[in-house]
């Protein structure tokens, strides 16, 4: 049976490079980037990209969410 970590990374496996990923895959990328950042291990330069990543995918997630709440807010007003 398919844990929800692999059926993330199997729809970033067929996803086409420049497609946003969902709500969900980008918390799991964001996830990820913050562990690797606070093992230490990583470079600084590789810590400064992964840095920006992680902005780029809370600046995502807040316009799904936002998107949400519209949609939310549409249907309670009908």
Do not use: H, W
């Not at 990328?29 to 992964?50: C, D, F, H, P």
């Not at 840095?51 to 998107?67: N, P, S, V, W």
């Amino acid at each position: 049976m398919a844990t929800a970590k692999s059926k993330i990374s199997n729809a970033e496996d067929t996803a086409p490079a420049d497609a946003q990923p969902n709500y969900e895959q980008a918390v799991a990328e964001l996830e990820k980037l913050i562990a690797e950042m606070e093992s230490g291990k990583q470079s600084l330069e590789v810590n400064l990209a992964s840095y920006k990543r992680g902005t780029e995918l809370i600046k995502l997630c807040q316009r799904l969410l936002d998107q949400v709440e519209q949609q939310v807010k549409i249907f309670e007003a009908q």
